[in-house]
């Protein structure tokens, strides 16, 4: 959770309410039931009610170690040069990658099911920077298998981060 006297989650799950949306709450369920529900946030659990929502998100990205990005078959779609500039004043998806790389954060792009390695170059804004990143698959087939990988990742990125 994210608050400004409370701590502030290590893994911070961003995703589109267009395509991921599932899949985030998911990944959020089996990664708090093996580090902790405090060690990861995901806004539409973490924000508290009356909470500002902005203020919220940008001091939890500022303050996290890893930004898992869920890529779905349809990301790349909104992040075309067209795409991008009509959506970009409520694109928190977009926002929320950029303030990760303006702090130093580590960016993981995590590929679902469907979801084709990314490919930059007809890319804008910062999805341009996550298409060259090395990216994690969460695939419906192998779940568990995945996210055991993708914990295995996590801990030795956030040497602090423990199971529960």
């Known amino acids: 959770m994210s608050t400004k006297t ?3 989650s290590r893994i911070f799950i961003n995703y589109s309410k267009k395509g991921g949306a599932y899949a985030a709450a998911l990944l959020d369920e089996l990664l ?12 539409s659990r973490s924000i508290a009610p009356g909470s500002d929502y902005s203020e919220s998100i940008l001091e939890c990205v500022a303050g996290c170690e890893v930004l ?6 349809d990301w790349t779609k909104r992040f075309t040069p067209q795409a991008y500039d009509a959506n970009r004043k409520e694109d928190w998806v977009s926002r929320e990658i950029e303030e990760a790389f303006k702090h130093g954060k580590v960016v993981i792009p995590v590929l679902l099911s469907g979801a084709e390695r990314l ?24 779940i568990h ?17 423990k199971a529960v």
Not at 68 to 73: S, T
Not at 150 to 155: A, G, I, K, Y
């Open 6 to 8: 409370g701590k502030v």
């Open 145 to 161: 298998q995945d996210v055991r990988f993708m914990c295995e990742q996590l801990v030795k990125i956030c040497p602090g981060l």
């Open 68 to 73: 898992l990005v869920i890529v779905d078959a």
């Open 32 to 43: 708090s039931n093996r580090f902790g529900e405090e060690e990861i946030f995901r806004a």
């Open 119 to 142: 490919d930059g170059s007809p890319l804008h804004g910062a999805a341009a920077d996550v298409a060259r990143l090395q990216y994690l698959r969460f695939d419906y087939r192998n």
